[in-house]
């Protein structure tokens, strides 16, 4: 049975879009699918206005098809996946369904869920216009089974202005020295340091996933998914101790805040800093905020030219019951149109390097700057390092231990090395 959270019906426009099959298949068929489903967790906010900047793109090729996103809410789509494994398990797939490129896709490609995308690379000249390691990060045994449509960072350090000048705070912390001096600061000003949100886990495990780079820098912390840095070692166990202490500036009640409620806490100035995605400011702006009045931006302290990044992917599942509309959803996710049409809303830059930065705020500049110039690392918590099972234990070991009270240092250490191990199996 379908499940769908909402429906949009598509509007009368301009010419269908021909499509070309993929190499599963090597079809080649125009689309004339009735309708067409998509699976997502984007269901609010900047999320979902970016999807129907790239909706009304794909309305406007394909003007006789019904368009259905079934979309699950939930950060980091932590809901969305389980009910998408339970389809794909009754082989009740959507026509396309998000995921995170990287590792995240390896669980579906090793259970020959996916259709290889790689000859729709070439004939749409995705390979010479992505970059050069995001394809290398989404190719599995020389095969791409998926369409990235946006590049978000996720090591960026959030705050309001008019709270920092009231802390003392001048400038944006580089190091962690100067990060835990100034949420000292932000302490005696009569606010809490950080904001945290503990609720599903997964946002306390991108803070995690932040600091274990700030404080073992970008070759050991790549070395834990390589094997050549030990998840026991000192390295993890001094990234573990720095987390301690950050999570003890944190919010009281954290536990019952997600991660928007959190970030309200930092706009309105009722608390100091917010490690968080990119997506947050697309939030922000959804909500009738100004970047650089209400809230502004650095690279998160410890890792200032490292650009810690994530990918948000579409597929086309094996079996998918509306082929050609999915395959003509992917040209438009990986088309210049789509992809600008999707991101200044979505609060992310274009996987594209043509895309026109126009249409992009100050904060994307910056990033797409960045993007071209530091040191790429993959996140692990949103998928570039670590597939699903990876992402489950870790994103559980760090709830235990939040839930906890944050004691048991080497506890952490441990089940994270477990999480490693799930990763793996």
């Known amino acids: ?156 350090l959030w705050w309001n202005p008019a709270a920092a000048t009231k802390a003392g705070i001048t400038k944006a912390p580089e190091t962690l020295d100067e990060f835990f001096a100034d949420l000292e600061k932000f302490k005696k000003s009569g606010i809490p340091g950080l904001a945290l949100a503990g609720k599903g886990d997964w946002a306390i495990a991108h803070l995690l996933d932040w600091m274990l780079l700030a404080t073992m820098g970008a070759d050991k912390f790549e070395g834990l998914y390589n094997g050549s840095t030990s998840w026991t070692g000192p390295e993890v166990a001094a990234g573990i101790k720095n987390f301690q202490r950050a999570l003890s500036y944190g919010n009281k009640g954290a536990g019952n805040l997600d991660w928007p409620d959190a970030g309200k806490l930092v706009t309105d100035g009722k608390a100091g800093f917010f490690i968080m995605g990119d997506w947050a400011s697309a939030q922000w702006q959804s909500d009738g905020l100004s970047l650089g009045t209400d809230y502004t931006y650095a690279a998160a302290p410890g890792t200032v030219g490292t650009y810690q990044w994530l990918s948000d992917s579409f597929t086309l599942p094996v079996g998918a019951p509306h082929r050609n509309a999915a395959i003509a959803w992917l040209k438009v996710c990986g088309s210049k ?84 191990e799930a990763g793996k199996a």
């Open 1 to 156: 049975m379908r499940r769908s959270s909402f429906r949009l019906v598509a509007a009368a426009a301009a010419i269908a879009l021909a499509v070309t099959g993929c190499s599963s298949s090597g079809d080649d068929a125009a689309n004339q699918d009735s309708e067409f489903e998509i699976f997502t967790w984007w269901a609010s906010g900047g999320e979902a206005a970016g999807l129907q900047g790239m909706i009304d793109v794909y309305e406007a090729q394909n003007p006789d098809t019904e368009f259905i996103n079934a979309a699950v809410a939930g950060g980091a789509g932590v809901n969305a996946k389980a009910v998408l494994q339970s389809r794909l398990d009754a082989n009740e797939p959507p026509d396309s369904f998000q995921a995170h490129a990287g590792m995240e896709l390896d669980g579906y490609v090793r259970g020959g869920q996916l259709e290889d995308l790689t000859s729709l690379y070439a004939s749409e000249g995705w390979d010479e216009i992505f970059p050069a390691d995001l394809i290398k990060a989404i190719t599995v045994d020389g095969k791409i089974y998926s369409v990235p449509v946006n590049i978000h960072r996720a090591n960026v």
């Open 337 to 420: 149109d789509g992809q600008d049409a999707f991101n200044p809303k979505k609060g992310s830059i274009s996987a594209r390097t043509d895309s026109d930065l126009s249409l992009y705020d100050d904060y994307l500049k910056s990033a797409a700057s960045d993007w071209k110039q530091d040191r790429l690392v993959g996140s692990t918590v949103h998928g570039a390092t670590g597939n699903n099972a990876l992402m489950a234990a870790y994103n559980a070991a760090v709830g235990k231990y939040f839930s906890g009270g944050f004691k048991d240092n080497a506890g952490l250490a441990k089940d994270l090395a477990g999480a490693y």
